[in-house]
Nanobody, 115 residues
Framework: QVQVVESGGGLVQAGGSLRLSCAAS????????MGWYRQAPGKQRELVAS???????NYADSVKGRFTISRDNAKNTVYLEMNSLKTGDTAVYYC?????????WGQGTQVTVAS
């Protein structure tokens, strides 16, 4: 089993930046994939960025060039650096860990971008 805990959300003006953190309860060596998803009101949850075991980042087209996913293996933590934020980025952001056939989700952190 894997527990993941997100932090770092908040209210920011359009054009601003935020960094989200996701701490996992297990070493990344025992996790197959970690990533960030978001869900805006009335919309389906969507992939924002993820890391495959290869270490290559994968991004949604809407955030390419603005968001960067990174990780600290020593801290079992994945980060999402969000720059040039837009009002359309407003959502609850979730961290997901995949281990074998199972998905583990955090409780989510709210990101609100004001115009």
């Amino acid at each position: 089993q894997v527990q993941v805990v997100e932090s770092g959300g908040g209210l920011v003006q359009a054009g601003g930046s935020l960094r989200l953190s996701c701490a996992a309860s297990r070493s990344f060596f025992s996790i197959d994939d970690m990533g960030w998803y978001r869900q805006a009101p009335g919309k389906q949850r969507e992939l924002v960025a993820s890391f495959a075991s290869s270490g290559v980042g994968n991004y949604a087209d809407s955030v390419k060039g603005r968001f960067t996913i990174s990780r600290d293996n020593a801290k079992n933590t994945v980060y999402l650096e969000m720059n040039s934020l837009k009002t359309g980025d407003t959502a609850v952001y979730y961290c997901r860990a995949v281990r074998g056939a199972y998905n583990y989700w955090g409780q989510g952190t709210q990101v609100t971008v004001a115009s």
